[in-house]
């Protein structure tokens, strides 16, 4: 995590690795997760643009493979709850079978 935003939400590394520790996610911890969230999100919707735009000057293998790349990195995207969500590995890391479903989806879905 960036030491400025650390700093901006009243947090030390120490904090950090009590959470990863196993104790309870803090308002501080949550409000910097959801600047993070925030930032990310915008990250997300330009390199959604950037697919668009290039996409159609793509070969179909290409597109789907970054489509699936895409969708994959979207669907831990879509685990994060700054709110009220648990930043565990369990609670943000994909299943083998969320991942196969994801995947067949986005295939399911190309065009």
């Known amino acids: 995590f960036p030491e400025d ?3 901006k939400n ?3 590394l120490h904090d950090l690795k009590r ?3 196993g104790e309870p996610v803090n308002a501080s911890f949550r409000h ?3 600047d993070l969230y925030e930032r990310a999100n ?4 330009k390199t959604l643009q950037v697919i ?3 996409s159609p000057f793509m070969e179909p293998r290409y597109r789907l493979s970054l489509e699936i790349i895409f969708s ?4 831990i995207f879509e685990k994060i709850d700054p709110e009220n969500g648990q930043f565990t590995s369990e609670a ?8 196969r479903e994801r995947v067949l989806k986005t295939i399911r879905e190309f065009n």
């Not at 994959?72 to 669907?75: F, G, K, Q, T």
């Not at 943000?92 to 991942?99: G, I, K, V």
């Open 92 to 99: 943000l890391n994909a299943t083998p079978d969320e991942t």
């Open 72 to 75: 994959l990195y979207s669907m």
């Open 5 to 7: 935003l650390l700093l």
């Open 19 to 21: 959470i990863a520790g």
């Open 42 to 45: 915008e990250y997300r919707l």
């Open 52 to 54: 668009e735009r290039i």
């Open 10 to 12: 009243g947090l030390s």
């Open 32 to 34: 910097l997760i959801r």
